[in-house]
C-alpha cells in the first residue's frame, strides 16, 4: 500500500551502488536519489549527487536500471532543491535549467517523479513571487508533461538563516499558496512533495491538508520536528525559526503520526513515503546517520502493511 524509503542527501558520502545495497539490506523498498550539479554544497544536506544528469549516457541508463532490478528496490523520485526564482537572473536560469535535466533523466530512467522547490526571491512579498512564478514554472512544467514526469513540490519554506529571512526561499510554504499556484498552473503534473513537518513549527495542522490536496500528492517526506514552547515564548514567531524548533527523527518531535498515516489511507494515498533525516542529534558518526534511517524505520512501520 504504501512504499517505505528514504532520502539518499543524508547518505552523502555514499556511492548510488551504496546507498541502493543499504535500502536492500535494511527492507526499504525506494529510496529518493538526489541529483544535484557535481560541485561544492551551498547548504546542509544540499549538493549531493547519487545521480549525475550530466553523465547520464544510455550505459549509465542501463548501470542504474540493472542494479535497481537485481537489489529489487526502486527510485521513489529524483531530487534536487535550488531556488528557480533567485533574484540574481543569471543564477535562476541555471537552476531551472538543471531542473529541466533532471525531468528528461527521470524520463531516460523510468522514474516518475521529480521533486524540487518552487524557489522564492526572500526580499519580495507573495504577490510579486507569484507572478514571477506564474512566468517562469509554464515552462518547466510543460517539459515534465512532454516526458510524462510529475513534479513534486516540497512544502518547507526554505526559512531558516539570516540570508533566507524574511520571507525564505520557496515560496510553496502553506495551502493558501499552494492553491493559488495550481490555479496558475492546474496541470496534473504538478503537485505537491507533502513533508507535514514544516506545517507543525509554522503552528499549523499538518493532517488536514492531505484531505485537501489529495488530487496533488505525488510523493511523501516524513520529517519529524521539536517545538520547544520555553523558546517560542521568549523569541516570538518574528524569530529565526530554528531559535525555537529543531528538525528530528520520526517519532522523536510533534507531529501526529497516527493522524498523518490515518489520513493518507483515508485518501488511498499509494505510493512512497520516504525518511528525511536532517536531525543533528545523529550526526555525530555514519554509524549514527544509519541508526537514524533505521530508527526511524522501526518507528513508521507500526502504520505499514
Same mark, same amino acid.
Given at each position: 500500500m504504501l512504499d517505505l524509503g528514504f532520502v539518499s542527501a543524508i547518505l552523502a558520502e555514499k556511492s548510488f551502488d551504496e546507498v541502493i545495497e543499504f535500502a536492500a539490506k535494511n527492507q526499504f523498498k525506494c529510496v529518493e536519489i538526489m541529483c544535484w550539479p557535481v560541485g561544492k554544497a551551498e547548504r546542509r544536506y544540499a549538493g549531493v549527487t547519487h545521480i549525475n544528469v550530466d553523465e547520464l549516457d544510455n550505459n549509465k541508463v542501463s548501470e542504474i536500471q540493472t542494479a535497481l532490478a537485481m537489489s529489487h528496490v526502486y527510485v521513489s523520485g529524483l531530487g534536487y532543491y535550488p531556488n528557480p526564482l533567485d533574484p540574481?537572473?543569471?543564477?535562476?536560469?541555471?537552476? %531551472?535549467?538543471?531542473?529541466?535535466?533532471?525531468?528528461?533523466?527521470?524520463?531516460?530512467?523510468? %522514474?516518475? %517523479?521529480?521533486?524540487?522547490?518552487?524557489?522564492?526571491?526572500?526580499?519580495?512579498? %507573495?504577490?510579486?513571487?507569484? !507572478?514571477?512564478?506564474?512566468?517562469?514554472?509554464?515552462? *518547466?512544467? !510543460?517539459?515534465?508533461?512532454?516526458?510524462? *514526469?510529475?513534479?513534486?513540490?516540497?512544502? $518547507?519554506?526554505?526559512?531558516?538563516?539570516?540570508?533566507?529571512?524574511?520571507?525564505?526561499?520557496?515560496?510553496?510554504?502553506t495551502p493558501a499558496i499552494w !492553491?493559488?499556484?495550481?490555479?496558475? *498552473?492546474?496541470?496534473?503534473?504538478?503537485?505537491?512533495?507533502?513533508?507535514?513537518?514544516?506545517?507543525?513549527?509554522?503552528?499549523?495542522?499538518e493532517v488536514k491538508p492531505i484531505y485537501d490536496f489529495k488530487e496533488k500528492l505525488f510523493h511523501i517526506h516524513l520529517k519529524d520536528v521539536k517545538v520547544y514552547p520555553e523558546k517560542l515564548n521568549e523569541v516570538g514567531i518574528m524569530a529565526y525559526p530554528l531559535d525555537y524548533h529543531s528538525p528530528k527523527i520520526p517519532g522523536l518531535g510533534d507531529v501526529d503520526w497516527r493522524g498523518f498515516f490515518s489520513a493518507l489511507t483515508s485518501?488511498?494515498?499509494?505510493?512512497?513515503? $520516504? *525518511?528525511?533525516?536532517?536531525?543533528?542529534?545523529?550526526?555525530?558518526?555514519?554509524?549514527?546517520?544509519?541508526?537514524?534511517i533505521l530508527t526511524s524505520r522501526n518507528y513508521i512501520r507500526q502504520f505499514l502493511a
Open positions: 540574481d537572473e543569471k543564477q535562476a536560469e541555471v537552476y %531551472v535549467d538543471h531542473i529541466k535535466k533532471v525531468i528528461r533523466a527521470a524520463a531516460r530512467l523510468g %522514474v516518475g %517523479v521529480v521533486n524540487t522547490f518552487v524557489g522564492r526571491d526572500p526580499s519580495k512579498s %507573495v504577490e510579486d513571487n507569484l !507572478k514571477k512564478f506564474a512566468e517562469v514554472w509554464p515552462g *518547466i512544467v !510543460k517539459i515534465a508533461e512532454e516526458n510524462n *514526469i510529475k513534479i513534486g513540490i516540497e512544502n $518547507c519554506p526554505m526559512l531558516f538563516t539570516r540570508d533566507e529571512w524574511p520571507g525564505g526561499k520557496n515560496l510553496a510554504t !492553491k493559488k499556484m495550481f490555479e496558475i *498552473i492546474p496541470s496534473p503534473a504538478f503537485g505537491l512533495n507533502y513533508d507535514p513537518s514544516h506545517l507543525v513549527w509554522m503552528q499549523m495542522d485518501v488511498k494515498y499509494r505510493g512512497p513515503v $520516504c *525518511i528525511e533525516v536532517e536531525d543533528k542529534a545523529y550526526e555525530g558518526s555514519q554509524k549514527d546517520v544509519e541508526a537514524a
